[in-house]
Each structure stands twice: as C-alpha cells, then as structure tokens.
C-alpha cells in the first residue's frame, strides 16, 4: 500500500467508522448466530493473491458486523463499561500508524516522555499520593490490563521477601468479591497459598479477619506476603476499608496493592476520594482508563509508590538493551516495569483523550453516569417487587426480584432479548442479581429511563 493508497483507504476506513459510531444505538446489541457462523464464511485458506482493499472493507459489513457484540451502544450496561471515546480512537491508531516500540527511552523517547507527563498529570487529577510521581519516590506505567499490574505486584512482593522466606510458604490475601484476576496472577506468579477473606454486610474485606487469618499462617510457620484490596468490586463495587489494611500489611510486613480497576476513575470527583483513605500507606495501585475514562482498550495505569523494588524484581539488561542513554540512568526505561520487553505507544491515546475532553469533561461525563445510576438507585428503592442487594457508590445498581430468581432471570431475559440493552447477571451467596453498570460514552438519560420502563414492564 503506498502512503497515496492508504490516504485514501484511510479516509474510506475512518468513513466507516464514523458511520458505525452514528449507527452503533441501530444495531441488536447481541448477535442471534450459532457458534461458527463467523469462521464458516472465512475460506480454509489464506488467500494466495492479493486481494483489493475494497474487498476487505466490504466484509467487515458482510462478515464482521453479524458476529459484533456492541460495547459500545448507549445501551450497553453488562459487565463494566470498555468506553472508548473518537479522540481515544484517533490516538490509538497515530500510535499504530507510527510503529513505535518503546521498550527503552532510546528507542522512542517521545512514547516515554509522554507516558511519565500523562500519568504525572492523573496522579493529581486522581487524588493519589503525590509521591506517586515520577519526580518522587514512585511512579507509573500503562500496562495491558489490570490482571498484568496485580500480576506484576504479585511478582514484586515475592521478589522483594527474596531469600528471607521459602517461596513455598508465601501467602496471598484478598476479599471473596476480589477479581479473580488476583487469584490468577498469584497462581501465575507461584504463590501456593491464597486466602479470600471474609467480607462485611457491604462486601468489603472484613480487617479484623485479615488480621486472623495473617496470625494464623504465621502460627503456622508460614509468610504473608501480598494483600490486595478492591476499591469497586466486580460483583457490587464494593469498597474494602484500604487504610486498616493497610495498617496491618504495614505491621505484618506485606506488599498492599489497590485493585480499583473500574473505580479508580470515579476519584477524578474530589467527592468521591473518601473510599481511598489509606492510599498514602499502600505499595501499588491499578486502575483502568480502558474501562470507564473513554480510553480506547487496552489502557491499565500501574502505579507503585516506590519504585525500587520494581525495578530491582524486573530489570535485567543483556548486552543488546545496553545504550548510552540507559547508561547515564537519567532516562526511564519502561521495559524493566512491566513483564514484556515490547510496548506500545498506548500513552498517546490516553494523551488524546485527557486533552480533548479536559478534567472538567471527563468529571463531567463521568458525574453524569453516577447521577444516571442514582436516579435508577431511587426508582428500584420505590418499587416494592425490587430489592438493591448492595449500595449503589459509583455507576453501578445491583437488584433483584423479590420474588426469587425465576423472577429476576425473567427480567434479565426481557432486558437482553430486547435488543437494545445487554446486562450481565450475578450470583451474591444463592441468589442472583442484576448488574447494571452505566458507563458507556454515549448513554444518556433517555436510555437509562427507557431501561427502567423495561424493568418495570417485566417485573
Ligand atoms: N479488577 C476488577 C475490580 C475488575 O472489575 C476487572 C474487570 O472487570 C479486573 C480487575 C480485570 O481487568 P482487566 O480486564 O483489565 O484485566
């Protein structure tokens, strides 16, 4: 494709999604297609000639779009929200388009030197630490997911106990409502114990069981090593009590991570930053932009208060890494936080985003979603057939039927089979529940009362 041709193609692709983004509210949220379908209409084999760009585009209407779950559509309140934004698009593929790899400072300095500015800029928009900055004892780096950061949080407590403790004896904490992402990462990082602890009537971490449980595999000759607490769980984003976690991982000697992967974004409201007292005590924090700041997936910021043990669990340099620039160590080489080597210039989207919505933008639409979630709050509390089963703190309700779970599933089966909204169903203990997580970048109030006049239809 010569720069000519991709100019134009380019501008058919942009068209297309332009287009798609008008349309996404026109399409049923869920494909109806058997598993299959999509692969049946792909020929065995690669094709062997060229193929005219046209064609290709002409697929993705023909072969693409049938097998699309829409995320995207105002509609969508499954799950957590992915939302993405037109200037999130625009920035993710200038960083496609330029082809940077920005494993050292050397090999792009501007994919670095961008990435330290913008999460410098969200460490004060956040409301964290201020020691969190680059330009203090810790700082940040965007990783693919948040499962990757508390992974590599697992790592570095490990690292960091080196060869004081047997690698065997090494215990992980979290709550039962904690992501499974910690229980895989733990795994993943070679823990062989893992103890989800109790939780409150809100589903946060019970502290007075942490503190039992963390005495009795010392008792037992063991070593606690990593805690995690969740600021907005999964299942009801539930908030555990970070500052008397922390207290204890302090006194037990324990790396704290903060899983606020989802909620994170909510402490660009000032008013919201209570649920994070403790912060200035803690090891590592994760929260995704990916999810609910309309920063196009992947985008997960990782922060560590201090950046040393990172860097000493992570950094390893074979002869061919070595450069001048790494060698004077006034320059940031992202390779040695994370676990790959390779990394995209994922900070130029979220440079994108931040800069064309502004904080005030980005509080505003966010506010938004959480009065969306409040209004709906009320209208489930006033309804008599309806039941919250956890507090409403940020943009997520969780309700069921009172009248058991045929009742609820009836609800979910009228909600989804519309077509127009998809939500995910839960399970608290034996019951389930409804999840609807108002978040995507293009919901509006209509959308949310149109949902409620479902629910109160199927009820
Ligand atoms: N932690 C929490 C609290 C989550 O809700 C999720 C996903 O919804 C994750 C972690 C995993 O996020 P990721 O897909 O970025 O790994």
Redesign the pocket.
């Known amino acids: 494709m010569t720069p000519e041709d991709f100019r134009r193609n380019g501008h058919a692709v942009i068209d297309w999604l332009a287009d798609y983004m008008a349309d996404v509210e026109k399409h049923p949220i869920t494909p109806d297609i058997r598993p299959g379908a999509i692969r049946d209409r792909l020929p065995v084999r690669a094709p062997e000639s060229p193929e005219p760009f046209g064609a290709i585009l002409a697929d993705l209407d023909d072969i693409v779009m049938p097998g699309l779950v829409h995320w995207q559509a105002p509609g969508w309140f499954a799950?957590?929200p992915a939302n993405g934004s037109g200037a999130g698009i625009l920035g993710d593929l200038v960083s496609t388009g330029l082809g940077q790899q920005g494993m050292l400072w050397a090999t792009s300095p501007a994919c670095t030197e961008i990435e330290t500015a913008v999460l410098d800029w969200l460490v004060e928009l956040l409301g964290v630490p201020a020691g969190w900055r680059t330009d203090g004892p810790g700082g940040g780096v965007i990783q693919?997911?948040?499962?990757?950061?508390?992974h590599t949080a697992l790592v570095v407590a490990r690292h960091r106990i080196g060869a004081s403790a047997d690698p065997a004896d090494l215990v992980a904490y979290a709550s039962q409502q904690?992501?499974s992402?910690?229980e895989k990462g733990a795994r993943v990082a070679g823990y062989r114990h893992l103890r989800l602890i109790d939780v409150d009537a809100t589903y946060a971490m019970d502290p007075d069981a942490l503190e039992a449980a963390v005495a009795a595999d010392i008792a037992d000759g063991l070593t606690p090593a990593f805690v995690c607490s969740?600021v907005?769980?999964?299942g009801t984003t539930a908030v555990d009590p970070v500052g008397a976690i922390a207290g204890i991982a302090r006194q037990h000697g324990m790396w704290h991570h903060v899983?606020?992967?989802?909620?994170g974004t909510a402490m660009i409201l000032p008013e919201f930053r209570h649920h994070q007292e403790g912060l200035e005590l803690v090891d590592s924090y994760?929260f995704?932009p990916?999810?609910w700041m309309f920063t196009n997936f992947?985008c997960?910021v990782f922060w560590v208060a201090d950046r040393r043990p990172l860097l000493d669990t992570l950094s390893i340099t074979p002869p061919y890494l070595r450069n001048k620039a790494t060698d004077t160590a006034d320059v940031i080489d992202y390779r040695n936080w994370h676990v790959p080597l390779g990394r995209r210039f994922r900070a130029l989207k979220l440079w994108f985003v931040v800069r064309s919505y502004g904080a005030e933008g980005i509080r505003h639409h966010v506010r938004r979603h959480i009065e969306m979630a409040q209004r709906l709050t009320g209208r489930v509390e006033a309804d008599r057939r309806l039941e919250l089963v956890a507090p409403t703190t940020f943009g997520l309700v969780s309700f069921r039927h009172v009248a058991g779970d045929a009742a609820t599933d009836a609800v979910v089966a009228a909600i989804n089979g519309s077509g127009r909204f998809h939500v995910t169903p839960s399970r608290l203990g034996e019951r389930t529940f409804i999840r609807v997580a108002i978040g995507s970048t293009t919901t509006e109030q209509r959308h949310t009362d149109a949902l409620w006049e479902l629910i109160d239809l199927s009820s």
């Open positions: 799950y957590f693919m997911s948040a499962s990757d950061s508390t904690a992501h992402s910690v969740t907005g769980t999964t899983d606020a992967a989802y909620a994760v995704n990916h999810k992947d997960s």
